[in-house]
C-alpha cells in the first residue's frame, strides 16, 4: 500500500519552464499511497464535520470501527438507496485491504476523545425514559458494550445519530440480511414512535458525553 | 415542412412583448456593454518582513503569495496535497488522482500534448486577471476551440441513435425558428409597433440567420453542407431535418448555445500550451520552498496580534505564528478543522455546499475525430457523460487526448467504481464514434466529490434558484470581513460567482487591498 511515486517530479520534468525565477526548483512532492484519508472528510483526529456529514471518529471502539468498515466494504452497510450518507461512504472503503482497515483503526486509536458539539435540543426528560431501553446494550451512560456489539453513543455527533436512527427505523440501515447487530438495532429502533421520540432521546444521550 | 407544434403559443408570446415592451423601447440597448474588464492594478506598500500564512496553494493563496512576496512580506504557504493548485490541475504521464479510494496513476505516453485538464481548462477573453498573471508570469497561451460545427449531437431518440452533426442541427433549428418568426412578423402585433425600417433588418437578419428562401421558407441550407460534390462538381443539399425530429432531444439547449453569459463559454476561449496547470508551477516555481507539501492545516488559531496555525509534517505537529492569514481551504474542510472564529463566522462556513463535478479522458491510439472532419469543440450526448472534447492543439499529431465526460451535477459517478465509469464512458461514446473503444487508451477519471482535500468543484452558496437570499448575502458579506482583521478568507467560495479561477484571484485582490489599508494606517 505504501509504493511512493514520485508524481510532480515526473511531471516537471517533462516541461522546461522559461523564467523561472526560483532555483529551489521544482515543487511538489511525492503522493502518499496509504489509506489514511478519513481526516479529509472526518475532520482533524476525527472530530467530524458537519458540512459534509461525517461523523466523529476520535474515540470510537476499535472493534465497532474495523466491523463497520468491513460492512461498507463488504456492502452490508451503504448500499440501501435511501442511505444517502452511507452511500457516499462505501466507495471510500470498497477497496480497502484488511491491512489497511487494520492500519487505519490503529490510527484511529491514536486520537484523543473528544465530545462533539451539540447542535440539537429535544425533550431531555422525554428522551432520559426512551432511553432505558437502549441502556439495556449501550449502557446506562452510553458508554457501550462491546461483548454485546453495542458501540458507544456519548459524545458522538447528534445529527450524526438522528440521521442514522432514522436510517434504522426506516430500515435504510441494518436490513442486509448479513448486518447481524445493525438488524437488532432495526428491530429496536421501531420503539421510537417519531422523529420527535429520536431527536429527545438523542438530546439525552447529548448530556451523557463523558 | 411539418407544422411547427407550438406555433400559437409562439405567436402569443410574441404578442405579449407588445409595444411597451422593453425590449423594443429605442436607446435602451446603446451604451449597454460595459466597458472592457481590466485587471486590478495592485500596488501593496512594500514591507519589511511581516509575515504572512497562506493556507492552501488554490490560485488565491498563490496570487496572494506571489503579490505579497513581491512586495517584501515574508510568506510560508501551508498545503495539505502532495501538489499545488487544487482545482486547477492537470492530468498526463505520472500525474497521481489522488481520489479517496480510487487512487490512479496516468501511465500514457510522455508527450506535452498529451494532458487532461481534469478541473479547470477553459480561460475567457474577459477574465483579465488570469490573462495578466499569465502574461507576467510567461505562461503560453493558445486558443481553445469551444465549438465545432463538424461535432457531434447524440441522443438515443434522435435519427434512431444516430449521431447527427452538429451543422445539420443547428442549421435545421436556426432555420425553422427563423421561419416561424419571420412569418409572425407578417400578422403580429409585434409588427406594428416596428417601423417599416426595423422590420426590414429584422427580416433581413432572419433571412441569413436561418438562411431562408425568397419565401421566407427553410428549404434547408449549405451550411449543413453537402450531400455530394462541392468543389469541383455542383453540391447537392443535403436533407432537411423535419423540426418535429430536432425536437426529440432536449439537447438544443446545449447545441444552440456557445456562449452561456458574458463571462462563461464562448467559441473562442484560451489554454495555456501544455496544460492549465502551467499557470499554477508559473506561481509555485517561482514561490519555492515557501511551500510546504503534505503539510495539512490541523488547528487555526486568531490572536490579538495575529494567527496562530497547526499544521502536520511528517507526523510532527508544528505551529507556524504569522501576522496574519490568507485561507482557501474550502470552507467545507475548515468544518473539520479546529479554530476559534466567531460563531457567525463559522456558522457561514458550515452554510456553504460544495457542488459536484465529474470528468474523464483517455489518450487515444489516433486522432480518430480528425478522419471525421473534427478538429476541436464539444460533441453533445444525452445521457450522463454528456460531452465529448476533442483536443483542438497538436493538430495531425500521432495521438491526443479526448475528454470523455464532462457531468457538472455530477450524476451518480461518485459513487461508481472505476471499472463502471469506463464501461459507461466507452459504452456511450461509441454511439458517437463506432471505434471508440478500439480508440481509448488508460482512461482516467475524476469525481471531485472525492477528491482527497477539495472534496467538491463550486462552492454553491445560494440554496433557491433565483438568486440568494438576504441571509446569503449577509453571511456572504461576514466571510468577506477579515476576523479580528488577522484572517481572510480567500477563493472561489468567497465570491458570489464561483466555479472561476478570475472570481478566485479577484478575491485574493479584494483581500489584499483590505490588508493594505490596514497596513498603510498602521503608525510607522
Ligand atoms: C471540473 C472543474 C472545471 C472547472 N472549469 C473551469 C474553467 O474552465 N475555467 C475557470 O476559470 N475555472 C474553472 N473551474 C474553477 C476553478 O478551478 C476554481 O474556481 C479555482 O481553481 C479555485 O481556486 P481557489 O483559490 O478557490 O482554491 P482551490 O483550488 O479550491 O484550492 C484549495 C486548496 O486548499 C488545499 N487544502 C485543503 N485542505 C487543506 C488543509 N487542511 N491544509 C492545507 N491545505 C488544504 C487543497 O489541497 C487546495 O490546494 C473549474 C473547476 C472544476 C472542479
Redesign the pocket.
Known sequence: MRNLLTATTLILSAFSISAVQAAEGDVGVEAAMDDRYCT?CHGVEGIGNIAVEAPRLAGMESWYLKRQLENFRAGIRGTHEQDTQGIAMRPMATKLSDESIEDIVGWVGSWEYVPAHTTIEGDINQGRSTFQSCAACHGANAEGNETLGAPALAGQNDWYMVTQLKNFRAGFRGAHPEDTYGSQMLIMSKALRDDQAIINVVSYINTLQK | MTNPVSRREFLNLLGAYGGTSAVLQAGAALGFMPSSSQAAEISLRANNGKKVAI???????LTTAWELTKAGYDCTL????HR?????FTVRAGTVIDEIGNYQRCEWDDDPHLYFN???????SI?SS?LKYCKELEVELQVFVNESKTAWVQDDALNGGKPVRNTDYSSSMQGFVSEMLAKSLGNSEVDSSLTESESETLLGMLRSFGDLNEDMLYKGSVRAGYRSGGFLDHGTKKDVIALRDLLKTRLASNVMVTTQEGTGSGPLLMQPVGGMDRIIYAFANRLGNRIKFR????EVMVKDDGVEVA?EQNGVTEVLKADYCFN???SH?MSG?PNNFPTEYTEALNYIRRGK?Y?AAFQAKERFWEKENIYGGITWVNAPIQQIWYPPHNIHGKKGVVLAA?NFGGANYTEMSQEDRIEDLLKHGEKVHPNYRQMAEKPMTIA?HRMN??LG??PRWARVRGGWSDKEEQMYETLRQPVNGRHYL????STQH???????IQ??HYALADLDQRVRSEPA
Do not use: F
Request: hydrophobic residues 45%.
Open positions: 479529509t | 493556507l492552501g496553494t488554490g490560485i488565491s493563496a501551508l498545503e495539505a496535497s499545488p493548485g487544487g482545482r486547477m481534469a478541473g479547470a481548462a477553459r480561460i475567457p477574465h488570469v503539510a495539512p492545516v490541523t499544521y482557501c481551504i474550502p474542510l478543522i463535478a470528468k464532462y471531485w482535500h477539495m468543484c463550486a480567500i477563493g472561489d467560495q464561483s466555479a472561476w479561477m478570475e472570481s478566485a478575491s485574493a
